[in-house]
Each structure stands twice: as structure tokens, then as C-alpha cells.
């Protein structure tokens, strides 16, 4: 049978990631508190909630710091409990900068965690665990999230892409709650990301297919997904297209090129001057998608759970 298929660059490691504000905030932050130990002030906006409890919890994750705290609890009262902790917090702070987790010295923090980073459409998500329900959940924040130096990212060298090469992206601006316990292990954190990853990605092919195809004068038999090792898409003399899941993580633009690439093969299953032809008349720009396509190297997924 024939096939067309566009090439996937190789696998290399990632970036690292860039380094945190002073600040410590929660994205979720409703209450603030300045910590002081040792000649050393920690402004931290964190997230309170009230519970029916008799004793302060608190819970430090890559997303900041969450406190529960009984719904009789006043707030100086609350204060002056977090004061009494001040050494232990701002030193959970200290080891999160540097990507540790628990004390430093404890070792290097797992990359699939709550509050690591997530590339989607070329935007950077923080995740947030916890939520209840079967579905997963975009929350937009009213700030961008700094990111910590030792925060894992799932898919920078699309966020990078996006930014032409920039890490001075301005930090997450969105929250990706998904239905998993705080305690959810790496890799279910990674199975959930990447099934929601994979919902989005199909949903986009199947919007931008309505779009496209018509342009083209061509009629899709059938869209599906591809976690091929070697190509971004493909396409069939039957009339099958498949695009890589990790699209998703990409500018939209370059996910747009792709479709139009493989869309373009219904009528030429080859890459000759009427092949190109037909891409340009969609995408006069079409070069400048290829070239950058071209400079992505995402890591293997499995590899980071």
C-alpha cells in the first residue's frame, strides 16, 4: 500500500529550566504570610483552606504551598503557627529552587510531580492534582507561574519553539487539574497528562481537518493518531491521515502545517513540484513551519515517568 510520511527528528535530552521568582506563590493563593528565620524573609502566598479539623495541615509541592486549617482558626492565630515553621518551610522553598526533593542533599525530585510543567499548543500548563470527578480541568490564572529551576517540563522544546528559542516565555498561565489523588504516583501522573494530551489532540485534528480538507478539495477517509518513533503524520492512497499525539504540544501553526502536508498527499503521494504546490496554495509560509519542525526534539514520554 502506499504511504506518505513526514519525518520526526530524533529524540535528545531536554533544556533546563529556567530559574524561579523569589516570590513563593500558590497559584491558588488566597492568603499571604511573610515568614522570617535566621535574618532571612520568605514572602509566600499560599492556598488556604478551611476544613473541619482540629489541626494545621500543610502540603508543599512544586505549585507552592496549601494549608488546611480548621474553619475556627483565626488568621493571626494561623500565622503564628506557620512563623513556628518558618525554618521548615522557607528550607522546602530552598530545595524546590534547586529542584530537590525534601531537604537538600535528599536527591533529585521526580519529573512527573505535582506542579510540573506541561506543553500544550505551544503554551506552558502547571498540573495541579486532587480533583474530583472523572475529567481533567483548565483553570486560567490571573498570573503567569514562575517556574523553579528543578521544575520538569513535559514537552519544552515545543514551548521553546514557540518562543523562538526564548526561555523567557513568562511562565505558566494556565492550571491542568487532573483527577488523580495528591498522592498519585509519576506515572499515573504521566498516563493521565498524556490521555488528556492525546483527547485534545484528536479534537484539533478532526476541528482543523473540517477546515482544511475542503480547501484542498479532498475527503479524508479516516483521521486517527500515531505515536510513530520516526514521522510527524502520514497519509494513505485510501485516504487515511494520521498525525503524531504530540502535535498537541506544538504552536498551533506547525500542527496546521502537518495536516495541510499530509492532506496535500491525496493528491500527490510523492514530494515533486505539484506536491509543494499544493501545500503553498494553503500555506504560502509553509517553509518556514518545515524549518522549524525541523528543530523539535521532544524527549520519549515513557522516559520521564
Known amino acids: 500500500m502506499q504511504q506518505a510520511e513526514l519525518a520526526l527528528p530524533q529524540t535528545q535530552s531536554q533544556q533546563p529550566a529556567s530559574a524561579a521568582s523569589a516570590l513563593w506563590r500558590h497559584p491558588q493563593a488566597n492568603r499571604h504570610v511573610v515568614l522570617q528565620h535566621g535574618g532571612q524573609a520568605l514572602s509566600v502566598a499560599y492556598h488556604w483552606q478551611g476544613a473541619k479539623r482540629r489541626s494545621v495541615g500543610m502540603r508543599v509541592s512544586a505549585l507552592g504551598l496549601q494549608v488546611r486549617a480548621p474553619h475556627w482558626l483565626g488568621a493571626a492565630q494561623l500565622e503564628a503557627i506557620l512563623q513556628g515553621r518558618a525554618r521548615w518551610l522557607i528550607g522546602q522553598w530552598q530545595a524546590l529552587q534547586t529542584g530537590q526533593d525534601g531537604p537538600p542533599g535528599a536527591g533529585a525530585a521526580p519529573a512527573w510531580a505535582e506542579g510540573c510543567g506541561l506543553v500544550w499548543q505551544g503554551q506552558l500548563l502547571r498540573i495541579a492534582l486532587g480533583l474530583a470527578g472523572r475529567r481533567a480541568l483548565l483553570q486560567p490564572l490571573a498570573q503567569p507561574m514562575a517556574l523553579a529551576s528543578g521544575v520538569h517540563i513535559a514537552g519544552r522544546a515545543a514551548w521553546l519553539g514557540h518562543a523562538q528559542g526564548s526561555d523567557e516565555a513568562g511562565g505558566a498561565g494556565q492550571l491542568l487539574h487532573l483527577p488523580l489523588r495528591h498522592d498519585a504516583s509519576a506515572s499515573a501522573i504521566a498516563q493521565a497528562a498524556q490521555q488528556w494530551l492525546r483527547a485534545q489532540a484528536m479534537a484539533q485534528l478532526q476541528q482543523r481537518c473540517a477546515h482544511f480538507a475542503p480547501l484542498l478539495g479532498v ?87
Open 219 to 305: 475527503a479524508p477517509r479516516r483521521l486517527a493518531l500515531t505515536n510513530a518513533q520516526t514521522r510527524w503524520g502520514s497519509a494513505s492512497a485510501r485516504g487515511d491521515i494520521r498525525l503524531h499525539w504530540r502535535l498537541a504540544q506544538c504552536a498551533p501553526q506547525l500542527f496546521d502545517y502537518v495536516l495541510v502536508h499530509e492532506l496535500a498527499h491525496l493528491h500527490e503521494m510523492n514530494h515533486g513540484p505539484r506536491f509543494w504546490a499544493w501545500v503553498e496554495r494553503i500555506q504560502p509560509d509553509y517553509a518556514q513551519h518545515r524549518a522549524r519542525l525541523r528543530q523539535l526534539r521532544f524527549e520519549p514520554w515513557e522516559a520521564q515517568a
